[in-house]
């Protein structure tokens, strides 16, 4: 399906978007466009609360917050996870903080001890029968308001509409194009957070686009500049979804990117670009693996092969459980509304993008650095959200990204611009994405 061709113009709705290749600028700091998508969006959509190491144990819990939304994500048995609104059904206290454990399977109320089963069944009330009338004390009354939950790839979703379909559903195609790449074998190396005074769009749709690399990363590019970068032989085409998701095929074309360098030298450099850039997409591992092949006299034409050969031995020996390499796949993708994805060697940065709050121009941006271990790691530690981590503490692929999209919303509220123009070819996903709110928002 072409992300454009069937757009339905929904003028049903402030600031929405009649021309596919236009997105006007008021969507990304209208206070009414954000009071909609609070409304119409984020209660009805599969969205990711955590992951599944965050809540390993019976008892474990970690909060999301998602607008003025807290959800308590709750491991109630080895296989029973549940979502409950961070809210005491006596006077509505909050019954955790950021992340913790539940002890003794029971969830105190720390106000006037109220407590509840981890099913969100309550078990106690302090002084019921001369305090509280029958009605109050209704056992469904009294039970935890709850979300949806789906799992899927090693992460937790949520979905506040009881009416939703389920996850496996809303998924859809992109389910097909990610199980081959092991989501659920991956385990947190890092996952750091900063928040950006920009709107939540904003700051994913710089990870929705390979357009920029040219200019915004130079060390990806290799310094070249306009007709020395061949956009075209580092992107491939993209496929949308109707749920809103999408990715990015790697291009086919057997060109590089950038003229007058060898297969081994823009491999190299790219790989050496990102370990030092992210040390996520490319991690210790790989470049162990390239510096020994560096080392022996091996034909530049050769090398990425080779790179290949020598990582799934290495995987093999180690007890890696490798998929097959993603440039059989995708190149990198989006989870509708606001994940996305950066797939490597069996590694992966995740992204993920929500408003601050309420202010449509802040938003909380978290990356997630996940690797599939090898036999002997064991379980890893519950990981620990680092941040927010200052922009100019990012190493400096993130910071080129961040001053972007920093710079853009400081663009998109003035009176310069009064949509933002969009390339059909490059920049499908961000167009997938809008088109996809806009269902949401008008209803459809
Ligand atoms: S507010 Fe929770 S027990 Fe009173
Ligand atoms: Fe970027």
Redo the contacts with the bound molecule.
């Keep these: 399906m072409s992300p454009t061709s069937d757009l339905e113009a929904v003028a049903s709705h402030p600031h929405a978007i009649t021309d596919p290749k236009r997105v006007p600028a008021q969507r990304y700091y209208s206070a009414e466009f954000a009071r909609l998508e609070k409304e119409k969006l984020w209660p009805h959509v599969w969205q990711v609360a955590c992951r599944l190491e965050d809540i390993p144990e019976t008892g474990d819990y970690i909060e999301y917050e998602i607008n003025n939304e807290s959800v308590l994500v709750v491991r109630e048995s080895e296989d029973s996870i549940k979502a409950y609104y961070n809210a005491c059904r006596h006077r509505a206290t909050a019954l955790g903080n950021g992340a913790g454990t539940f002890h003794g399977g029971q969830i105190v109320c720390p106000y006037h001890g109220w407590r509840w089963n981890l099913d969100g069944s309550n078990s106690y009330v302090y002084a019921s029968q001369r305090g509280f009338t029958p009605a109050c004390l209704d056992k469904e009354n009294l039970r935890l308001r709850e979300c949806q939950v789906g799992t899927w790839g090693g992460m937790v979703f949520i979905n506040m509409d009881p009416q939703a379909p389920p996850l496996e559903q809303y998924l859809g195609g992109i389910k097909k194009v990610l199980d081959p790449i092991g989501f659920d074998r991956m385990r947190v190396r890092w996952w750091r957070h900063v928040i950006l005074p920009c709107n939540w769009k904003m700051a994913q749709e710089?990870?929705l686009e390979?357009y920029?690399?040219m200019q915004?990363?130079p060390s990806?590019a290799m310094g070249a500049a306009d007709d020395d970068y061949d956009l075209d032989a580092f992107a491939g085409d993209f496929e949308c979804f109707d749920e809103g998701h999408a990715h990015m095929r790697p291009s086919t074309s057997g060109e590089l990117p950038v003229k007058g360098m060898t297969k081994a030298e823009y491999f190299v450099q790219y790989n050496n670009a990102l370990y030092f850039g992210t040390d996520a997409f490319t991690t210790e591992r790989e470049m162990f693996i390239q510096q020994g092949l560096l080392d022996k006299d091996i034909p530049d034409d050769e090398f990425p092969a080779k790179f290949f050969e020598a990582l799934y031995e290495y995987a093999q020996g180690a007890g890696i459980p490798l998929p097959p390499p993603v440039t059989n796949t995708t190149g990198y993708g989006h989870i509708f509304p606001n994940l996305t994805f950066l797939p490597g060697y069996g590694t992966n940065i995740i992204y993920r993008s929500r408003p601050n709050g309420d202010d449509p121009e802040n938003c909380v941006f978290e990356v997630w650095a996940v690797q599939i271990p090898g036999a002997e790691a064991g379980e890893p530690e519950r990981p620990e959200r680092e941040g927010p981590i200052p922009v100019d503490q990012w190493p400096q692929?993130?910071q080129?990204?961040f001053q972007?999209v920093i710079g853009q919303q400081k663009g998109v509220r003035g009176s310069g611009v009064d949509d933002l123009m969009m390339s059909g070819p490059y920049e499908a996903m961000i167009i997938n994405s809008h088109r996809t709110i806009d269902r949401h928002l008008g209803g459809k």
Excluded: G, P
């Design positions: 710089a990870f390979a920029h690399v915004a990363h990806l692929i993130f080129e990204d972007n």
